[in-house]
């Protein structure tokens, strides 16, 4: 059995009727129950505008819950048990000052001499500074410890998150606050520190004497449908980009912190930011995903949430570069689209050719992370191909999660984040001064973009693999592209050998 957390915790998930608290933070608050790691002496509360009681709050959420064994069928109802929903306003005190009478009646009956208290803003930006203050108002534990986990966006360029920030710092401590990208608490992001820092054979070639280029790559196979509305304003760079992708590209090269202090990771993480040059905005590709070739799916302008003749970027590639001793050199192109041909997110790391002589057109190293779906590490290799022929193949050492993990609990990124807020780590959440970097980075160039002098998005058809020019875009930058026809998986024996 895992490690309970502190008795009689408090957690309160603002927001509890929506999209977000529904499939993902109550289903990770289960899941950690599921798993032992929260405590049945703990009390969640559901806080929302709409009427609703506790029983119809259960129901919304308990469809979402994961439970493969009856085991943890069975947990579902216990769970429950200590969910209870209030309904109230943001922008009012009485609300809060209902939801604070109940859990002080909680930790009284429980006894309770430092209170633990957990707020978890699954809120709009809109109401998110309205809801912090009245929460430090009425429902602060000045006498225990009170943790706030806020949602992105935080902010939409760097003026809009300074402001944010400005508000929010004279609530809460930066001790206290929880910036969550749950990209960070995705297993196989979580797990570059390892496969890096813990390896020799990667820790000694993860630089520019070894590695040509970088690709960091999100695919998602769906559109933005029923959420135009939201996306319209954002597009694909604020959306993914500047958050979940720039957090990954941070982590895959930062240098090596010191220690597993939190503060130490996230020294490196800024360091390595504040070395990006800025991007250029020459250098890139939009686009917008108009209808599939056989028609069947929408253009992204056919929506009716979006604003007609909408410009907004579905697909956006761009290539940073790092100055530092490390990195120099190195392209490392980013890229992320909505409506694509399928649903990916993967490192793609590709490493020099060796010298040319005697192997002349021996494919580069590549080593692959993908992040999702169906986790897994593989670098590609060149391997005499069996048999009398001397030819060589490309072959790969393969670490497939589903495979090689077949007993393990890979826990969802929500969970792992929750876990972490509960346990007062902040190695995995965003800090001020790592936003305030990274819009720095991003502002001019969403500014160029979003200005009358700003390139129209290229089109490219719902299903594809975005515009035309990504093949030219990557090679340009560095990236041979291997396939298809050289290497498959699993290998299969070439027929002359069989
Ligand atoms: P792919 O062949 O799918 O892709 C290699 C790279 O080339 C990607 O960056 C891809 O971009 C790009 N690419 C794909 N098609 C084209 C194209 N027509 N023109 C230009 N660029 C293109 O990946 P791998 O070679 O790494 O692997 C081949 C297959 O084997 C994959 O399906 C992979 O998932 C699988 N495999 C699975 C393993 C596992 O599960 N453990 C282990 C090893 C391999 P884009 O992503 O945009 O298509
Ligand atoms: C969210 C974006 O932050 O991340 C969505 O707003 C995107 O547009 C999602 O679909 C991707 O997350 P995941 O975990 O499904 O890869």
Redesign the pocket.
């Known amino acids: 059995m895992a490690t309970q957390f502190k008795e009689n915790t408090v957690i309160v998930v603002f927001g509890a009727s929506g999209d977000l608290a529904k499939k993902k933070t109550f289903p990770a608050l289960f899941g950690l129950y599921r798993e032992g790691y929260l405590s049945s002496s703990t009390k969640i509360y559901g806080y929302a505008r709409s009427q609703m009681t506790s029983e119809e709050l259960h129901d919304r959420i308990k469809g979402h819950f994961k439970t493969t064994t009856e085991e943890s069928k069975q947990k579902v109802e216990e769970f429950l048990k200590l969910v209870s929903y209030i309904s109230g306003p943001y922008d009012k005190a009485e609300g809060f000052k209902t939801l604070n009478e109940s859990i002080e009646a909680f930790e009284q009956e429980r006894g309770v001499k430092e209170p633990h208290r957990l707020f978890y803003l699954a809120l709009p930006p809109s109401v998110f500074i309205t809801v912090a203050k009245e929460l430090k108002e009425n429902v602060y534990a000045s006498n225990g410890i009170t943790r706030i986990i806020v949602e992105?966006p935080f902010g939409r360029d760097l003026e809009t998150a300074t402001e944010l920030q400005k508000q929010l710092s004279p609530l809460f401590t930066e001790e206290e606050i929880y910036r969550i990208d749950?990209?960070l608490g995705?297993e196989l992001v979580k797990n570059l520190f390892v496969l890096r820092f813990g390896n020799q054979i990667l820790n000694s070639s993860w630089n520019k004497e070894s590695i040509k280029s970088i690709q960091i790559s999100?695919k998602?196979p769906f559109g933005?449908e029923g959420?135009g509305g939201y996306?319209d304003d954002i597009g694909i760079i604020r959306?993914?980009m500047q958050?979940?992708l720039l957090q990954v590209l941070t982590l895959l090269t930062m240098d090596r912190p010191a220690s597993f202090d939190p503060e130490s990771i996230r020294d490196e993480k800024v360091k390595v930011l504040k070395a990006m040059a800025p991007i250029d905005k020459k250098d890139i590709i939009i686009g917008q995903y108009t209808k599939s070739l056989d028609g069947s799916k929408p253009a992204y302008v056919d929506d009716e949430t979006v604003k007609p003749g909408s410009k907004a970027v579905t697909f956006a590639a761009m290539t940073l570069h790092i100055e530092n001793e490390r990195w120099d050199g190195v392209p490392i192109v980013m890229r992320a689209g909505?409506a694509l041909n399928e649903g990916k997110?993967e490192v793609r790391i590709q490493y020099k050719q060796v010298a040319k002589g005697i192997f002349e057109d021996m494919p580069p190293n590549e080593l692959v992370i993908r992040i999702?779906p169906n986790e897994a590490v593989y670098i590609k290799l060149n391997a005499k191909t069996p048999g009398l022929a001397t030819t060589s193949q490309i072959s790969d050492l393969d670490l497939t999660y589903s495979k090689r993990y077949q007993q393990f609990w890979i826990p969802e990124?929500y969970e792992s984040l929750i876990k972490n807020a509960l346990e007062g780590d902040h190695s995995n959440f965003v800090r001020d001064d790592e936003l305030d970097v990274s819009w720095k980075l991003f502002t001019p160039f969403l500014n160029y973009l979003e200005s009358p002098e700003g390139p129209s998005p290229e089109l490219y058809p719902y299903g594809s693999r975005g515009p035309e020019e990504l093949k030219q875009y990557l090679a340009d930058h560095g990236y041979i592209f291997t396939g298809p026809g050289k290497y498959q998986w699993p290998v299969t024996r070439p027929q002359e050998n069989l």
Do not use: L, P, S
Request: glycine share 0%; no cysteine; charged share 35%.
């Open positions: 992105k749950h990209y995705k999100f998602e933005t959420r996306f959306d993914v958050n979940h909505k997110v999702q990124a």
